[in-house]
Nanobody, 125 residues
Framework: QVQLVESGGGLVQAGGSLRLSCAAS????????MGWFRQAPGKEREFVAA????????YYADSVKGRFTISRDNAKNTLYLQMNSLKPEDTAVYYC??????????????????WGQGTQVTVSS
């Protein structure tokens, strides 16, 4: 059973930075793509960023491009999301996700089979 545990969320002022981590266990981490999604109150879950199994292919939502960076350390079984120049509209619960048997980045939530419990990010103005 794949387990994903996010950490690193918190309260930050606009313009600040946070780094989220997602520790994975239960299968060979380096074999599959990974992704980050977020969900704000009253809104649907939306794609943030995704990365291929080797960390070369990376996709970003237009709203975070140039501010967020997704990366992975396959030796540590950990996925990261570096978030810079944070805005109040980035406030949401952030989730990491893993697909089953997919190695290239995916942008749709339906492509992912495993989800973490989420970590809250709050950006104050």
């Amino acid at each position: 059973q794949v387990q994903l545990v996010e950490s690193g969320g918190g309260l930050v002022q606009a313009g600040g930075s946070l780094r989220l981590s997602c520790a994975a266990s239960g299968r060979t981490f380096s074999s599959y793509a990974m992704g980050w999604f977020r969900q704000a109150p009253g809104k649907e879950r939306e794609f943030v960023a995704a990365i291929g199994r080797f960390g070369i292919s990376r996709y970003y939502a237009d709203s975070v491009k140039g501010r967020f960076t997704i990366s992975r350390d396959n030796a540590k079984n950990t996925l990261y999301l570096q978030m810079n120049s944070l805005k109040p509209e980035d406030t949401a619960v952030y989730y990491c996700a893993a697909p089953n048997r997919i190695t290239i980045p995916q942008t749709l939530p339906a492509a992912y089979d495993y989800w973490g419990q989420g970590t809250q990010v709050t950006v104050s103005s």
